[in-house]
C-alpha cells in the first residue's frame, strides 16, 4: 500500500515536471520557461526571414560552436525589446489573447514592419511625400469684419 502510494507520488512529480517544461533552454527573459521546442524553432526561423539575416546575427558561436544561450551579441537584447513591443501592440491595439491565438491570427509580427531588411526602410523618394505649399489667405480673418 505505502509502495503504490509512493509510487503513484513519484510518476505524478514527473509527470508535473515534464508539463512544466519540455525544453532545455536555459536563458528565456521573455517567452515563458515552458514554451514549446517546435514553437521557439518556428519563431527563430520567421525572425531570420523577416530581418533577412541568420541565426548568427543574435547568436554567439565560434565557427560550427553555438551558443544560443548567451547573450554575448547586442541584437539578441534588441530582439527581446522588439519581441515584447510587438507582444504589446498585438494585444493591447489588435486585442489578441496571446496564450490562445495561432501565429497566423496575430495581426503584427516582425515582417510586418522589417520586410525582410535588418532596419525597416521607408522610402521616401517612392512614396513621394513632397509637403504641398499651404495656400496663404489673402484675408486672414476671413469675413469677420473689424
Ligand atoms: C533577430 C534575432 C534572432 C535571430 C535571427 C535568431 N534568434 Fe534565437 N533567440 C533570439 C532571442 C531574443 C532569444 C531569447 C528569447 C527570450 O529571452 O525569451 C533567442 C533564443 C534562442 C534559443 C534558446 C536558447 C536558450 O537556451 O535560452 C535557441 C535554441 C535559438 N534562439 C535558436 C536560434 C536559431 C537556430 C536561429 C536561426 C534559425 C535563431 N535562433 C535566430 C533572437 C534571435
Ligand atoms: C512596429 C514595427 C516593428 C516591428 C513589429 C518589429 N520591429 Fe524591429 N525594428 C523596428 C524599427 C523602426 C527599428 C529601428 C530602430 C532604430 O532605428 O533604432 C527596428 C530594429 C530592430 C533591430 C535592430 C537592428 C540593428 O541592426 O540594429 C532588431 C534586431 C529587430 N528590430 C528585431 C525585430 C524582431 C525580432 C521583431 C519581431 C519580434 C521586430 N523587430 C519587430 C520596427 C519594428
Request: hydrophobic share 35%; proline share 6%.
Amino acid at each position: 500500500m505505502i509502495l503504490t502510494l509512493l509510487l503513484s507520488v513519484t510518476t505524478f512529480s514527473i509527470v508535473a515536471r515534464n508539463k512544466r517544461k519540455d525544453n532545455d533552454f536555459k536563458n528565456l527573459k521573455v517567452y515563458p520557461v515552458d514554451v514549446p521546442h517546435e514553437k521557439l524553432d518556428r519563431d527563430m526561423d520567421l525572425f531570420s526571414r523577416a530581418l533577412g539575416v541568420d541565426c548568427g546575427f543574435c547568436h554567439y558561436h565560434e565557427g560550427d560552436n553555438w551558443d544560443f544561450a548567451s547573450d554575448k551579441k547586442g541584437h539578441k537584447e534588441d530582439a527581446r525589446r522588439m519581441m515584447r513591443m510587438t507582444n504589446d501592440l498585438n494585444e493591447k491595439y489588435f486585442g489578441a489573447n496571446l496564450k490562445t491565438a495561432k501565429d497566423s491570427d496575430l495581426a503584427m509580427n516582425c515582417y510586418t514592419c522589417h520586410r525582410g531588411e535588418e532596419m525597416p526602410i521607408i522610402p521616401w523618394d517612392t512614396l513621394n511625400v513632397k509637403p504641398k505649399p499651404i495656400p496663404v489667405p489673402t484675408n486672414p480673418w476671413g469675413n469677420y469684419k473689424q
